[in-house]
């Protein structure tokens, strides 16, 4: 399973620089690399921006490929290695998967095709978080990934107690605004979309302080 995992992790990160490849000709001298609430491109650059998200997807899969020799948190509990292995090849594919289907679409605007870029980015966004929040929970405690808080980073019991409630957030949250996005209007879905996200955020300070300082006691990093 691991095997199959690698390689199609490979696949995801190598498939958009051949596409680039095949495609190179065709690019228009400028492609466009944001668009507004309204779906509307705002800002365009050179066609060689096209490779800046599989350079990302890159860099992002590489580091996560690194974590268990960088992190000096998982280098002092080899159990907390060992366990960060089973979950790590997941969240390269997440990472892989999300980055790679936002160079498609950047690649298809860029030769013409019409796609209502808000709501794809958004939906793809919310599936991204919700692969995320059903494995967050596994995480050890490190410096690189996950609900990384001053009260997580000091506490494993906190933040053990943050990732098992903030995965069950992060994936019923975004299973909901996926169904709320057939019955509100794509400007509106995108507002509680984002919201939700900064609620997110705001939340996992919150708890996790709140937690270290009612149950929790400094150094129990251990998973």
């Keep these: ?38 779906g509307e491109i705002d800002r365009w650059s050179s066609k060689s921006s096209i490779l800046l998200m599989p350079l990302t997807s890159c860099a992002t899969v590489a580091l996560l490929h690194l974590i268990p020799w960088l992190d000096p948190k998982l280098r002092r509990k080899r159990s907390s290695t060992e366990r960060m292995n089973t979950v790590l090849p997941i969240f390269r594919l997440l990472f892989a998967t999300f980055f790679f289907f936002t160079f498609l679409l950047v690649l298809c605007a860029s ?8 709501r794809i980015i958004t939906t793809s966004v919310l599936l991204f978080l919700a692969g995320i929040g059903n494995y967050l929970g596994k995480l050890r405690p490190n410096y ?23 995965g069950r957030l992060f ?40 937690h270290f300082h009612m149950s929790a006691r400094p150094d129990q990093s251990s998973p």
């Design 1 to 38: 399973m691991k095997n199959k995992l690698n390689w199609l992790e490979a696949a995801l990160v190598l498939a958009p620089f051949l596409l680039v490849l095949a495609f190179w000709n065709q690019l228009p001298a400028r492609v466009p690399i944001h668009w507004n609430l309204a």
């Design 111 to 118: 030769l013409g095709a019409f796609l209502s870029v808000g």
């Design 144 to 166: 690189f990934i996950g609900l990384r808080t001053p009260w997580t980073l000091e506490s494993g019991e906190t933040w053990r107690a943050t990732h098992r409630l903030g």
């Design 171 to 210: 994936f019923f949250g975004s299973i909901g605004l996926l169904l709320a996005e057939f019955l509100v209007p794509e400007p509106i879905f995108i507002f509680l979309s984002v919201t939700a996200a900064l609620l997110l955020v705001v939340w996992s300070f919150v708890y996790s302080w709140r």
